[in-house]
């Protein structure tokens, strides 16, 4: 088949990924993360809210198909995506998010033929077999000429070979359309939608100067991406301020863990089993470190980058009652990546140093003393211009 309008009715269109894309983030929580327990800090950088819009070109054919965005983020909230470009706009929507791993393959692999491939650990000759799949993925069963098995209880290594991926599994999250398009042609598409799991917050780097009554204060916009997703070279915006937001029912990315179970020992005696280990491809995104005044180190788990200099500050902006923070160039924001731009730099701010004490009275006791504790140290800023401040100052962690 040849030409825009020769696609059969049946056939999907896909858009593979977008031309360009850009972002912009809500705060959600006030606390900064670095003083949060680690389930809380897990459970604060999921909850952040961005906005995704994304610019697509694609041909479309005449009259009714699906057409299928790959690649779209995996928290998006399918109830907020909306398509422009379209002529008629979408008759229904579909928002695909059944991962491919190794627990869901098995699980979409019930009753299906696999090959197994046993290596003898002690010759290293490997043997393949034919077998079905009879239960997974919490226990993995397998039907063989010989029997059946439980998969990982011989005590040597073995492994399984599908034939293909089962149909409704997706290496990436995908959103789909069915279209009424009256004349084919190339079409310019704007894909915009809500999702879950950027956040970010502010994070403040003050250096007291020799003079001890005034400092140089840097501040950081700290992002966190604790998704799979990455936006590349996206334009990006942050908005400082509460939400008002109601909950919603957000689909998570399905991908189920892989466990093996067998009895103690590799034997079937009555008694106590083996606890199962879990083998998954999707680790749980790391909580994001503290907030540094100059690049860090990659830490093997996540990537912590640091964009933008001094020079080239985040600009402020107001929209409406809230504070809106443009980066001066686009950023790549990559799965699982925090990442830090500039957004204030000022020198020469003064501040006051204070003492607080705290008195512990012990008056109940033999010796009926008060004990003054150690005292704390605390500075305190104005945040006006005649103090060399006078900036909107997210609520944020200093250091």
Known sequence: MSGVGAVSLA???????????????????????????????????????????????????????????????????????????????????????ALLSPGKLLERSLNQPVRITRVNRKTGKATEADAIVRQGPDGVVLQTAEGIEALGCSGGIERLTFERVPAGLSSRPSLSAV????????????????????NWQADYVARIRPDGASLDLVGWLTLVNSGGTSFDNAPTQLVAGTLAREAVDTPDAETSALSRQCWPMDT???GSRRPAFPISAYAPPPPPPPAMAAPVQD????????????????????????????????????????????????????????????????????????IETTPTVLLRLKNLKTEGLGQPMPSARWR
């Open 11 to 97: 056939e999907t269109i896909p858009s593979p990924a977008a031309q360009k894309v850009a972002i912009t983030l809500y705060r959600d929580g006030d606390t900064p993360f670095q003083v949060l327990n680690p389930w809380e800090r897990a459970q604060a950088v999921k909850r952040g809210l961005v906005l995704v819009t994304e610019t697509r070109e694609v041909a479309l054919p005449a009259g009714r198909h699906t057409l299928r965005f790959d690649g779209v983020a995996e928290g998006l909230i399918p109830q907020s995506a909306a398509i422009e470009g379209l002529p008629d706009g979408a008759i229904e929507r579909n928002y695909d998010y």
């Open 179 to 198: 279209v009424e398009v009256p004349v084919a042609g190339r079409r310019v598409l704007t894909l915009s939608y809500l999702a879950i799991g950027l």
């Open 268 to 270: 079937t005696h009555t």
């Open 299 to 370: 830490r093997g788990v996540e990537e912590i980058m640091v964009t933008g200099s001094r020079a080239k500050l985040a600009e402020q902006s107001e929209l409406g009652d809230y504070k809106l923070y443009t980066l001066p160039q686009p950023v790549t924001v990559a799965a699982r990546q925090t990442k830090q731009a500039a957004f204030l730099d000022l020198k020469g701010v003064r501040f006051t140093r204070l003492y607080s004490y705290r008195i512990d009275d012990y008056s109940d006791y033999d010796d009926g003393d008060a």
